[in-house]
């Protein structure tokens, strides 16, 4: 997911030199290794250096961890671009697991089929079920050993490690043509450090061919199409408060993108937000009402089809991630002021253009009733967007409903 591109610098040429900077860039980094562990046959993971690599082997391309800053400043600067990937693992994040969760189950664990038939069941219990009360006792008192496979659990931060904005900034001096390539499972928040660099590239954990699918953008080969599914904020201050151990925690209606409209702050990364080597443009937006029986994905629901025409400028195909938002009336009660309702890719070759008609059931564009139990459409005017991300002015058409009780 290509989320900056000044210049642009990407893709970059396979030829000439580039320095590879980063621990990640050289380990397979799979994610967390609780119940969504993955474990690939030996050597099988192709890591970001392997996948650069491979995919240009006319190419220069030399690594450092990046412990030493100078030494990984030095290699930036006397490379043609650099290439630095940082970002967490398992250790920063994942499923989390205190001892004194399983408490409760250890009071219940049953006591060895060989010491029941040795010294009877009537015999053993209270002794047994003293020893286990002793042990979840125990394990109350405990804590996660830091590095254990089920110690990290949701972040309190969403920024880098303090070592790893010090790379990013020591080799963005040495080399302005320098790429960051974060790797992670959820939000990092680059404020500090993201104008500092003239490209990022989310890269999430990339799975077991995710270097060359790394390669294959950064050398232009694919379109990076990716879009966020949250925004990404410019301040941890922007989101609600979090404690990872509260027994509770009540969200409202704002939160996400729906939260930094609310308060009239931009994200960093808006929410659908991704950039394209390709260009698309939108026009001739339509929107009209579709009663039941009218259209075939849900014929006993009334829809809103939205119809547009999708155009790639550009001299390279890409796929267009086509997203429609709606924002309602309001009148009625609090209601998120701009949200999506829909949502299609569409390949497009260069200089193509596409028509198409999106489906958007009535109910995504109603609220709940408690008092009817039942979803009720809003009667005023409803503004229809298509936008490339949640905060963009988009292209955007007015339409004026009835109030609707909608049925099941």
Same mark, same amino acid.
């Given at each position: 997911?290509?989320?900056?591109?000044?210049?642009?610098?990407?893709?970059?040429?396979?030829?000439?030199?580039?320095?590879?900077?980063?621990?990640?860039?050289?380990?397979?980094?799979?994610?967390?290794?609780?119940?969504?562990?993955?474990?690939?046959?030996?050597?099988?993971?192709?890591?970001?250096?392997?996948?650069?690599?491979?995919?240009?082997?006319?190419?220069?391309?030399?690594?450092?961890?990046?412990?030493? %800053?100078?030494?990984?400043? *030095?290699? &930036? +600067? /006397?490379?043609?671009?650099? $290439? !630095? =990937?940082?970002?967490?693992?398992?250790?920063?994040?994942?499923?989390?697991?205190?001892?004194?969760?399983?408490?409760?189950?250890?009071?219940?664990?049953?006591?060895?089929?060989?010491?029941?038939?040795?010294?009877?069941?009537?015999?053993?219990?209270?002794?047994?079920?003293?020893?286990?009360?002793?042990?979840?006792?125990?394990?109350?008192?405990?804590?996660?050993r830091p590095g254990s496979h089920f110690a990290?659990?949701?972040?309190?931060?969403?920024?880098?490690?303090?070592?790893? %904005?010090?790379?990013?900034? *020591?080799? &963005? +001096? /040495?080399?302005?043509?320098? $790429? !960051? =390539?974060?790797?992670?499972?959820?939000?990092?928040?680059?404020?500090?450090?993201?104008?500092?660099?003239?490209?990022?590239?989310?890269?999430?954990?990339?799975?077991?061919?995710?270097?060359?699918?790394?390669?294959?953008?950064?050398?232009?080969?694919?379109?990076?199409?990716?879009?966020?599914?949250?925004?990404?904020?410019?301040?941890?201050?922007?989101?609600?408060?979090?404690?990872?151990?509260?027994?509770?925690?009540?969200?409202?209606?704002?939160?996400?993108?729906?939260?930094?409209?609310?308060?009239?702050? *931009?994200? &960093?990364?808006?929410?659908?937000?991704?950039?394209?080597?390709?260009?698309?443009?939108?026009?001739?937006?339509?929107?009209?009402?579709?009663?039941?029986?009218?259209?075939?994905?849900?014929?006993?629901?009334?829809?809103?089809?939205?119809?547009?025409?999708?155009?790639?400028?550009?001299?390279?195909?890409?796929?267009?991630?086509?997203?429609?938002?709606?924002?309602?009336?309001?009148?009625?009660?609090?209601?998120?002021?701009r949200q999506l309702v829909g949502f299609q890719?569409?390949?497009?070759?260069?200089?193509?253009?596409?028509?198409?008609?999106?489906?958007?059931?009535?109910?995504?564009?109603?609220?709940?009733?408690?008092?009817?139990?039942?979803?009720?459409?809003?009667?005023?005017?409803?503004?229809?967007?298509?936008?490339?991300?949640?905060?963009?002015?988009?292209?955007?058409?007015?339409?004026?409903?009835?109030?609707?009780?909608?049925?099941?």
């Amino acid at each position: 997911m290509l989320l900056r591109n000044e210049g642009p610098l990407l893709p970059l040429p396979a030829t000439g030199s580039l320095a590879v900077i980063g621990r990640l860039a050289a380990l397979p980094n799979l994610g967390d290794r609780g119940s969504s562990d993955t474990r690939p046959a030996a050597g099988s993971v192709v890591t970001p250096l392997a996948g650069l690599r491979a995919a240009a082997p006319a190419m220069a391309i030399r690594h450092e961890e990046g412990r030493n %800053l100078a030494a990984a400043a *030095a290699l &930036a +600067a /006397a490379s043609e671009a650099a $290439v !630095v =990937v940082v970002g967490l693992d398992w250790r920063h994040e994942g499923e989390h697991i205190h001892p004194g969760d399983i408490a409760p189950v250890l009071e219940q664990v049953p006591p060895p089929a060989a010491l029941v038939r040795w010294l009877g069941w009537r015999r053993l219990r209270p002794l047994w079920r003293q020893l286990t009360r002793l042990i979840a006792a125990l394990a109350r008192l405990g804590s996660a050993r830091p590095g254990s496979h089920f110690a990290a659990g949701d972040r309190t931060c969403l920024g880098l490690p303090a070592g790893q %904005l010090r790379l990013i900034r *020591a080799v &963005a +001096a /040495a080399n302005p043509r320098t $790429v !960051v =390539v974060l790797m992670g499972g959820g939000a990092i928040v680059c404020e500090q450090w993201r104008q500092q660099v003239p490209a990022i590239l989310l890269l999430w954990y990339p799975g077991e061919q995710g270097g060359a699918a790394l390669a294959d953008v950064i050398f232009g080969r694919v379109s990076p199409s990716g879009r966020l599914p949250f925004a990404l904020p410019s301040s941890e201050a922007h989101l609600p408060p979090f404690n990872p151990r509260a027994r509770r925690l009540t969200y409202d209606l704002w939160h996400g993108y729906r939260r930094l409209r609310h308060q009239g702050l *931009a994200a &960093a990364f808006p929410f659908g937000w991704g950039l394209s080597y390709a260009a698309f443009a939108h026009e001739g937006l339509v929107a009209q009402l579709v009663p039941a029986g009218r259209q075939q994905a849900r014929p006993e629901e009334p829809a809103l089809a939205v119809s547009v025409v999708v155009r790639n400028a550009a001299a390279v195909p890409g796929d267009e991630v086509l997203q429609v938002y709606v924002e309602p009336p309001g009148l009625r009660l609090p209601r998120a002021a701009r949200q999506l309702v829909g949502f299609q890719r569409l390949s497009l070759d260069a200089g193509q253009a596409l028509p198409i008609t999106l489906l958007i059931p009535l109910r995504r564009l109603a609220y709940f009733d408690e008092a009817r139990d039942a979803f009720v459409l809003e009667a005023g005017c409803h503004r229809v967007l298509v936008a490339p991300h949640a905060e963009a002015r988009g292209l955007a058409v007015e339409l004026t409903l009835g109030e609707r009780v909608l049925e099941g």
